[in-house]
């Protein structure tokens, strides 16, 4: 076997082992919290004989090993249960949800690495220059206050004191065409809401490919080649497309790792500007005891971290072959 199919296979076993590990670990976590639904339900005043029909419909009245052998076989046959809650099935009720949160993290993210990428190049390029001292003064400002911080910063000045954006929601009610899934989406109004939660994630994540990239164009032009490419009399924009190529392997990898990290990270700002992804859907959750749908979003957000954590090493390994041939 190939070095670089040897390291795909044991990459991919570890990977499949965390992921059970993960999945076993939330199932005991969640069965170990004390209270459950049901446990609402009775303060709420339903009876013994009600009761006992919700546990043995969602098996809370088998042993441990049985509820998991349940949710495991379950979950191999593509279904994550019911929301106790919304009396629907899990992934109905959140498969949407999971789409509100892709289309503002991923958009956002993908522009804070752009941008991210030439403030650091334009930076890295000038070492020593006020503009490198004093030009990612804010930027590392922005990216050190926590994401609500941000969020409410925003809210406050630009949707309270200027009125320029709504203070909260994804649409304005009546605002979106509900005749298909997709028609709220592309509406203007959908667009306000957009611009606010849009900004908080840019605000606080344009620090790292910044960084990143002014420190890896730092070290491109320490190197041999840049030189001879100034000495040559290359033009300033040409050398600069050349040291920001080679400068941006960095930043490109970290890329699905910070994606995945912001996805998880995505519950303040979603809860703040009521924004009805993933994170916000955990919050409400949590505070409604409503497990299935929290042990999934859990899982979902841990499996997406783990699932980029490995893109990028198979990313690296192909790049660089002796991270392949160490292992």
């Known amino acids: 076997m ?3 199919k040897r390291y795909i296979a044991i990459r991919s076993l570890q990977t499949i082992f965390t992921l059970w590990l993960v999945l076993t670990v939330l199932f005991v976590m969640f069965r170990s919290l004390p ?12 009876n013994d004989q009600a009761l006992a029909a919700l546990r043995a419909k ?26 106790p809650v919304y009396r629907v099935p899990v992934w109905d009720f959140v498969k949407m949800r999971i789409f509100n949160t892709f289309i503002l993290v991923a958009p956002a993210m993908t522009f804070t690495y752009i941008l991210g990428a030439i403030i650091g190049t334009v930076a890295g390029s000038r070492k020593g220059s006020r503009l490198e001292k004093f030009g990612l003064i804010p930027v590392i400002g922005a990216g050190s206050f926590p994401a609500f911080f941000i969020s409410i910063i925003l809210v406050v000045v630009f949707a309270s004191w200027l009125n ?37 994630v840019v605000c606080r994540y344009l620090f ?27 033009p300033l924009k040409k050398r600069l497309g050349h040291i920001a190529k080679h400068a941006s392997l960095p930043v490109i990898t970290i890329y699905p790792v910070s994606l995945a990290r912001a996805i998880g990270g995505l519950v303040l700002i979603e809860t703040v500007f009521n924004w009805p992804g993933i994170g916000f859907t955990l919050v409400e959750a949590v505070l409604g005891r409503d497990y ?6 859990f899982f979902l957000v841990a499996a997406f971290v783990i699932l980029s954590n490995f893109v990028v090493d198979l990313i690296y390994g192909i790049i660089d072959p002796r991270i392949r041939v160490d292992d």
């Open 2 to 4: 190939s070095s670089m």
């Open 35 to 46: 209270g459950d639904f049901t446990a609402q339900m009775a303060v709420s005043g339903a």
């Open 58 to 83: 969602w098996g809370l009245d088998q042993p441990l090993y049985m509820q998991y052998w349940r949710y495991i076989s379950n979950l191999a046959q593509g279904s994550l249960g019911e929301s």
């Open 164 to 200: 320029f954006f709504p203070t909260s929601g994804m649409l304005s009610a009546g605002g979106g065409d509900t005749t298909t899934w997709w028609g709220p989406y592309v509406t203007p109004d959908f667009g306000i809401h957009y611009i606010l939660p849009f900004t908080a």
């Open 208 to 234: 790292i490919p910044s960084l990143i990239m002014r420190t890896s164009v730092v070290e491109v032009m320490e190197q041999d080649y840049t030189k001879y490419h100034r000495l040559t009399g290359l």
């Open 292 to 297: 299935p749908v929290v042990q999934f979003v």
